[in-house]
């Protein structure tokens, strides 16, 4: 059996811009949607390390800088990019249909 | 004394007489030269065309060379005949020239193909200094270009008028381009390279005519297709100029016959360069000409012993970040060689080594050519590769220093001018050389192609005792330049957005370190004629703010030389009141600080409170500190405070490597802390001192002086110029008072404050172009860079099944 996706409306592609990240807020769970040059991938907004704001980070290939302190993050995976920092993100679910990006939130 | 004379004054005639002159010759030496220049650098013809480098850069011997050796040059003088008999030349004036010798060195010509129509105004070769100006005139953007051969030198062409503006397809008669020295694979990641600098390619094509009314308009190819062009450059390969030889009735195939002696069938008629043919062979890299140079010095000087053989021809593309080298023979049915490759497509990276009884045969680099010396070397020495077999296409970086020890002294380390290890070990010691450029200017050593730079440095590091390393520090590893090579690039390429660097020189993905460098470098150089990439900036330079550990920002508004009024003073609280702002602070640069802020109500803030950014938050003008100096004090001797207003002024909006703080204090109790600040004036009884590179951070430090001046202007003028000096060739993240250690005071004076007028012009006006163009980043509180950069996205709706 296939498992049914949840699928949330989110918002036009054109609201994120290439290589940025944006933040959602869904009741009480903030995410950021990167927009990889056309490819979409979610992850949960919050930084493991400090909280930080990684949706403002610098997008580095398929990985992103946390402003605060430097932290680094696989978008697509939510493991961190460096050993040394041991903890991980949760990742979302991402398609785009006709121009808009739904993410699957499993709350 | 005998009479020489060199028909030809190009490269190889020129190199012929330089070697002749080492051996001390009895002969009064005559060059005729049908160009009006003297002896340039073919090889940087394409760098020219490009703005690399200016003509007079190129220039190998210049006027005071010929008149120092006593050399007559008679240049702009085509020589039309030979009369062996009573061995003179003849000039097209019919005026005669006797020689006891002569040395042909008349070079080659463009080959222009039998199309109907290449006689069509705009239609270009591209062989000489008046070609390229001629092509320079030409030039502009977006000006339909079509250049025909995508060899070597058909290539270069393109990139450099491309660079100019102009919009380039080259077209090539055979399958893939370079075909001479690369295979089709090398061929079609070479040509992917290329496409992606902006130029079309199109393969194979065969031109029938170039049609127009009287200037060209267009191509035709033999399959009847058309392709419109306002200029052509013909670049379809060189002949031999023999025509001259040919007539005097000396023996002339294609080019004119020579021994491994370089003589011609005529006992005192001799030949150097592309117009000769040896064994069969012409030639049209530079390399082996230089040793037929040296072969027939020997010869002419009656020191006849040394005999010239053709060695494996190299090539190398200079076209930056288009890396493709080509060495030896590419012929992999020869029988008995085998091949090694290499390919890694993402990279763009293409390597193929051709092994013939355990030697290296001959090589295709492409993308990747980091270990041609290594090759070269390999190749050259005949070095047995059986024990390396597992280390073929990465070979272990050898030891600089070793490396260099362990060649013989004979071993050639500049290929192009043939300079010997034992040459440039003989200069370092007779002439004290300790920098690169001495050592270029006293042996010519890597002033041609440049591929053995590395190697003379080496060379150089290992031998001279007080060796000065030029400091390089690479900026990062996504992009594995230098920072001066970087601006280098930059510039001369003309790239406009941090993707474009990023994709041409660099892996394509860059990071935290690199983006936000290079998004600097091209404010820098380009002053908002760019592309800015906001994905390229930190969080602080997308919404001009300085990000808190909460995410939530601080807002600090100019307040130039912490002047303020009771008016601006009510905006701060109100704005304060209304967003809930949780704290106001003064900061220690006599600023107020509104913390806390929330992204989204960014804008709001600043409109509210209708002043500008006080670039609190970026590596640029911070602000400037002021006592209050003559208007208040008792003590001031100086108008610091409307002197600091004016400064910050000047200078506010602009960016810098990393931040930039002033002070400006109105006498030498320093009440506004001026000497620890990256530039300080400090008022004095009749003049300031203007001192720069202090620091009261991270590092404490007391600022140097770069000089004491009269007047107010004369201040903010020296101030300006080390500002705009500091811009330009500080490396990002470089903080002013590394700047200054790094380059030494005197250095920074004699080029700024004391630099020629001309210079202080250039470096002025270049800051004031920056700044007309610079503005208050807080004005896209109306327009934003990104319509969401501020407003929190709402979700359109929520869970569907």
């Not at chain 2, 021809?313 to 085998?338: Q, R």
């Amino acid at each position: 059996m296939t498992s049914q996706r949840v699928w949330t409306k989110i918002t036009h592609v054109e609201n994120i811009p290439p290589r940025e990240g944006r933040p959602v807020r869904i009741g009480n769970l903030e995410i950021a949607i990167f927009n990889l040059n056309g490819r979409f991938l979610t992850i949960e907004n919050a930084c493991p390390h400090k909280g930080g704001p990684l949706c403002d980070g610098i997008v580095t290939g398929t990985s992103v800088v946390c402003p605060l302190h430097g932290r680094h993050f696989d978008l697509e995976t939510g493991m961190p990019v460096r050993a040394s920092e041991p903890s991980c993100l949760a990742v979302f679910p991402t398609r785009v249909e006709n121009g808009i990006i739904f993410v699957d939130i499993d709350l | 004394m005998k009479r020489l004379v060199v028909v030809g004054n190009g490269m190889a005639g020129v190199a012929c007489v330089e070697h002749i002159l080492k051996r001390n010759p009895d002969f009064e030496i005559t060059i005729f030269g049908d160009e009006t220049h003297v002896n340039y650098n073919r090889i940087m013809l394409s760098l020219v065309l490009a703005g690399e480098k200016s003509a007079d850069e190129i220039v190998l011997n210049d006027v005071e060379w010929y008149r120092s050796n006593n050399i007559r040059a008679r240049l702009g003088v085509k020589i039309s005949g030979i009369d062996r008999a009573a061995r003179t030349v003849i000039d097209e004036e019919g005026l005669a020239a006797p020689y006891d010798k002569l040395i042909l060195a008349t070079g080659s010509s463009a080959f222009i193909p039998p199309i109907p129509g290449v006689d069509k105004e705009n239609v270009h070769v591209f062989r000489t200094l008046d070609d390229t100006h001629a092509l320079l005139a030409k030039a502009r953007k977006g000006l339909k270009t079509v250049v025909i051969g995508g060899g070597l030198l058909g290539l270069e062409a393109a990139r450099g008028l491309q660079v100019r503006g102009c919009e380039v397809t080259v077209i090539h008669l055979a399958e893939s381009l370079m075909e001479r020295q690369l295979d089709a694979t090398g061929g079609e990641y070479l040509k992917r390279r290329i496409e992606r600098l902006g130029i079309q390619v199109l393969l194979p094509r065969k031109t029938a005519a170039l049609f127009g009314n009287g200037h060209v308009d267009g191509l035709r190819f033999a399959t009847g297709e058309e392709l419109e062009a306002e200029l052509v450059v013909i670049a379809a390969g060189i002949k031999p100029n023999a025509e001259l030889a040919r007539k005097a009735g000396l023996e002339v195939n294609r080019g004119i016959v020579v021994n491994d002696f370089m003589e011609t069938s005529d006992p005192d008629i001799f030949a150097v360069g592309e117009c000769t043919e040896h064994r069969g062979q012409t030639f049209g890299l530079v390399a082996p000409l230089f040793d037929q140079a040296r072969v027939l010095a020997a010869t002419v000087t009656e020191n006849r012993g040394p005999v010239f053989s053709a060695t494996a021809p190299a090539a190398k593309l200079k076209i930056m970040g288009v890396d493709i080298f080509s060495a030896g023979s590419i012929d992999e049915n020869e029988p008995g060689v085998e091949v090694v490759r290499y390919e890694d497509p993402a990279l763009g990276a293409y390597k193929k080594l051709l092994i013939k009884d355990n030697r290296l045969h001959g090589m295709i680099l492409v993308g990747d050519v980091e270990d041609e010396h290594i090759y070269m070397d390999w190749m050259r020495s005949g070095t047995d590769l059986a024990p390396l077999r597992r280390q073929l296409l990465f070979p272990p970086p050898v030891d600089a220093g070793l490396e260099v020890a362990d060649m013989p002294d004979s071993e050639t380390i500049c290929g192009c001018n043939g300079v010997r290890k034992g040459d440039i070990i003989q200069a370092i010691h007779k002439y004290g050389i300790v920098t690169m450029g001495q050592l270029k200017e006293r042996t010519r050593a890597s002033t041609s192609c440049g591929t053995c730079a590395s190697l003379c440095q080496k060379l150089l590091r290992a031998v001279a005792p007080d060796f000065e390393e030029e400091t390089k520090t690479s900026l990062c590893a996504c992009v594995p330049f230098s920072y001066e090579r970087l601006r280098e690039i930059v510039r001369a390429q003309k790239l406009k957005s941090v993707q474009e660097v990023l994709t041409v020189y660099g892996n394509r993905k860059g990071c935290e370190v690199c983006k936000p460098a290079l998004s600097y470098m091209l404010d820098m150089l380009w002053c908002g004629d760019h592309e800015e990439d906001r994905s390229a900036r930190f969080i602080n330079d997308r919404v001009h703010a300085n990000i808190q550990k909460d995410g939530t920002f601080s807002v600090i508004p100019r307040m130039r030389g912490g002047v303020t009024s009771p008016d601006e003073l009510r905006r701060i609280a109100d704005v304060a009141d209304k967003y809930s702002i949780p704290m106001v602070k003064v900061t220690g640069s006599q600023r107020i600080d509104l913390l806390g802020v929330k992204k989204a109500d960014l804008p709001l803030v600043w409109r509210d409170l209708g002043m500008a950014s006080g670039q609190a938050y970026t590596r640029g003008v911070r602000m400037v500190k002021t006592c209050v100096g003559t208007e208040f004090c008792r003590y001031g001797v100086q108008d610091s405070t409307n002197t600091g207003i004016e400064l910050e002024r000047r200078l506010e909006n602009l960016f810098t490597p990393h931040k930039f703080k002033m002070g400006v204090v109105g006498c030498p109790r320093n009440c506004a802390e001026a000497t620890v600040k990256d530039l300080g004036f400090v008022g004095q009884d009749g003049s300031w001192q203007v001192v720069v590179g202090g620091a009261a951070g991270k590092s404490v430090r007391k600022a140097d002086l770069l000089v004491t001046v009269e007047t107010t202007e004369e201040a903010l003028e020296a101030g300006e110029l080390f500002f705009q000096y500091y811009r330009e060739n500080g490396n990002y993240l470089e903080r002013s008072y590394d700047f200054v250690e790094r380059l030494g005071m005197e250095k920074i004076r004699k080029e700024t404050v004391y630099a020629s007028e001309g210079e202080k012009r250039n470096l002025l006006d270049r800051l004031r172009r920056s700044k007309e163009l610079s503005r208050d980043a807080w004005l896209e509180r109306d327009r934003p860079s990104n319509p969401t950069q501020f407003v929190q996205i709402e979700v359109i709706e929520g869970q569907l099944v």
